[in-house]
């Protein structure tokens, strides 16, 4: 499948915005998505964008997509101890192709 | 019923084992999906079943030996694993191959011994 590249570690303090960051290589990606993962945990749906939008708002989560730049970033506002996890980007591709995980950010909220 | 369930949660394993992980859905969903995830890593594809035919195989070894007995099951048989074959093993299901809408399973929590 296509590279999903993502910044490996972020670390905030409780009650900032965290901003992860994903580029991708398929400009035909039809979705993008981000799934939080806690650990020891399955994968969490948290939201998905369709690739004919800029932008997507979902209560504390935001989602920008630069389709020019292949550039996906999650905003989630006032960040809180138990939004600390794996936050993967995924993408599906034109053609049938399957879901393609990026390498995963692991967020650390400082108390 | 919105859900993929898979069985076992959790399944230790010796190396001389046969066992089988099945993953089940019920919500007319015609791909299935195989995916193997290590520990702090994404979850990698392995095997995607269409219509309850093998359209993928990402050069899985043969110790691993998916089956589709009908359009809500899906299996995975495996046969003398390698402890580096420890994972969570996930299930998932789209409309079709590709299409909007994924549904996982929770994984199950393989450990070869």
């Known amino acids: 499948g296509e590279d999903v590249e993502q910044s490996l570690f972020l670390s905030v303090r409780e009650g900032d915005s965290s901003v992860i960051n994903c580029t991708y290589t398929?400009?035909?990606?039809?979705?993008l998505y981000w799934y939080k993962q806690e650990p020891g945990a399955g994968l969490q749906l948290l939201t998905y964008i369709f690739s004919n939008m800029d932008m997507k708002q979902d209560q504390r989560l935001t989602v920008l997509l630069n389709k020019k730049d292949k550039h996906l970033s999650l905003r989630i506002a006032d960040t809180q101890t138990g939004d600390s996890a794996i936050y993967f980007c995924a993408e599906i591709g034109a053609g049938n192709t399957p879901l393609v995980f990026g390498k995963g950010t692991r967020l650390s909220v400082i108390a | 019923d919105t859900e993929v369930t898979q069985t076992p949660k959790h399944l230790v394993m010796g190396m001389t084992n046969k066992k089988s992980l099945k993953c089940e859905q019920h919500m007319g969903h015609r791909a299935m999906y195989w995916y193997k995830q290590k520990a702090k890593k994404p979850p990698e594809l392995m095997f995607v079943y269409s219509y309850e035919k093998l359209s993928i195989n990402e050069s899985v070894p043969s110790r691993f030996s998916p089956e589709c007995p009908n359009s809500s099951l899906l299996n995975l048989h495996l046969h003398a694993l390698q402890p580096e074959d420890s994972a969570l093993y996930l299930c998932?299901?789209?409309?079709?191959?590709?299409?909007?809408?994924?549904?996982f399973g929770s994984g199950t929590r393989l450990t070869v011994v």
């Open positions: 398929d400009s035909s990606s039809t979705y």
């Open positions: 998932a299901s789209s409309q079709v191959t590709g299409s909007h809408g994924y549904t």
